[in-house]
């Protein structure tokens, strides 16, 4: 599934809901319930489960049977096929801002999984924001809430979900090492607060590079969001960056650039057009006038994603390089002298309070998907994962593909149904599947890379991959 600006411009901006909402499917004439009030998080509301976020009514298939439901403030939605081999998916959705109003939706892969004999279920949460330890909690119970809705137990459970639901996937299969067989991050948040030190490096390396002293409150005040739009105002002209626009990079902007990639995963094909892409992209509120990267300024909630107390971000000790070369240049060290350093005040959490951390400790297998140009959850947190998991002798418990696109979860169903097939074939045979040399800086280099699990050509490579035939890459 391909994601387009304007989805993905809905898919961080906080979630609205349709005014009118459809009906369950079992209705005879739809129309759907109004959002209840939650009945563990004042405040919120839970949107009827039975109905897709845009008023459709939510069906099941002429080869399925669909339980809905709002259960503990969340409401849930479970799909099993009639010819169901007693296996569930359960899946995690992303980041969907900070507004009242929870909701369900369905998986990229429900037809895959109803055609492949896998039921599926999924939570809205009972909160919205980056709230990773509630999306486990309500997550892991669909475990349970199925046996009890369908009367039936699965013998075997996958994990899956996308950018934040990635991070949801990562600390649940750590959380709850017995309860999983296998599990599909995709486009996750797999290195914990290392993504929020992406998004201080971007901002304070962008200031350094255009000679704008900016600073880091740990405790906004009203006015700061205003402040930090004037001195991004005068940054972007020293970059050649406009919002709305491709740049026209000067040299500090080149530099800049230079920086941004090595801390997004290394030099990699396609990263000029990922760069344009990401910088003409707005941000949202309260910043929706800046390019995106600066609307995610650390900063701008005192370092905690507004879940936790505390700075989670730290570049104290991180050494910014534009260059591969062996020693830093003038330049470099002239960079690393003059840029903010920040220092922490919490860490990523041990339990699922806060923001929970992932130890890369993998108990079952993982396969996970990952854009090479997204510059939102950038490439490198598939690195922090896979160095992480090596250094916990778990290295062949991971498995990370490159996939050539520019946007946030940008994957086509080919995509995304290969590397679940793949996965499950692993489970049941432990045979471990292919995948990419992500930690080798040559090989992410090389004008192929990305090309092995990429399945439908982006305009903004081309055609530089081979044509691919055999199962691994047909087209």
Not at 230 to 253: D, F, H, S
Not at 388 to 401: D, E, H, I, P, T
Request: overall charge positive.
């Amino acid at each position: 599934m391909r994601i387009s600006r304007k989805q993905f411009a809905l898919a961080v901006a906080p979630a609205l809901i349709a005014g009118v909402l459809a009906a369950p499917a079992s209705a005879a004439a739809p129309t759907c319930a109004a959002p209840v009030a939650s009945t563990t998080q004042p405040g919120y509301l839970v949107a009827d489960p039975a109905c897709e976020p845009n008023g459709t009514p939510f069906t099941a298939t002429p080869e399925s049977v669909v339980h809905t439901g709002i259960r503990d403030g969340a409401a849930y939605r479970i799909e099993v096929p009639k010819a169901w081999n007693g296996q569930l998916v359960v899946y995690a959705h992303g980041y969907r801002g900070t507004g009242t109003t929870v909701y369900v939706d369905s998986p990229s892969l429900r037809a895959h999984y109803i055609a492949r004999g896998f039921a599926w279920a999924a939570s809205s949460y009972q909160t919205n924001g980056y709230d990773v330890g509630q999306g486990v909690r309500d997550s892991y119970a669909l475990i349970d809430l199925f046996r009890q809705v369908t009367a039936q137990r699965a013998r075997s459970v996958y994990m899956t979900g996308a950018s934040m639901g990635g991070h949801i996937t990562a600390v649940a299969i750590e959380e709850h090492p017995r309860s999983f067989v296998g599990a599909m991050p995709v486009c996750g948040v797999l290195g914990d607060a290392e993504l929020f030190d992406y998004f201080l490096d971007s901002n304070v390396t962008a200031a350094a590079l255009a000679g704008v002293d900016i600073d880091f409150p740990l405790t906004p005040d009203a006015g700061f969001a205003d402040r930090w739009r004037e001195q991004v105002k005068r940054i972007l002209p020293a970059l050649g960056v406009t919002t709305g626009k491709p740049p026209v990079l000067t040299e500090a902007g080149r530099t800049w650039a230079d920086v941004v990639e090595r801390r997004t995963g290394g030099e990699r094909p396609g990263f000029a057009a990922s760069f344009a892409y990401w910088n003409a992209a707005p941000s949202s509120a309260p910043t929706a006038d800046l390019p995106f990267i600066f609307g995610l300024y650390p900063g701008l909630s005192g370092g905690t994603a507004n879940i936790a107390e505390g700075n989670l971000t730290d570049n104290r000790f991180t050494l910014y390089r534009s260059t591969d070369r062996l020693l830093p240049t003038r330049a470099e060290w002239q960079l690393n002298r003059d840029v903010l350093r920040v220092a922490p005040t919490a860490r990523p959490s041990r339990g699922l309070d806060g923001v929970p951390r992932v130890d890369g400790r993998p108990p079952v297998p993982v396969l996970s998907l990952h854009d090479i140009g997204d510059l939102f959850v950038p490439f490198s947190m598939e690195q922090v994962y896979a160095r992480r998991a090596l250094q916990n002798g778990r290295a062949k418990l991971f498995v990370s593909r490159a996939i050539r696109g520019v946007g946030h979860c940008d994957f086509t169903q080919a995509e995304l149904r290969q590397g679940f097939d793949d996965l499950v074939t692993w489970v049941r045979g432990g045979h471990r599947p292919g995948g990419d040399a992500i930690l080798n800086r040559r090989t992410v280099a090389a004008a192929g890379f990305g090309c092995r699990y990429t399945v439908g050509e982006r305009a903004v490579f081309g055609a530089v991959c081979p044509v691919k035939t055999g199962a691994a890459g047909r087209r």
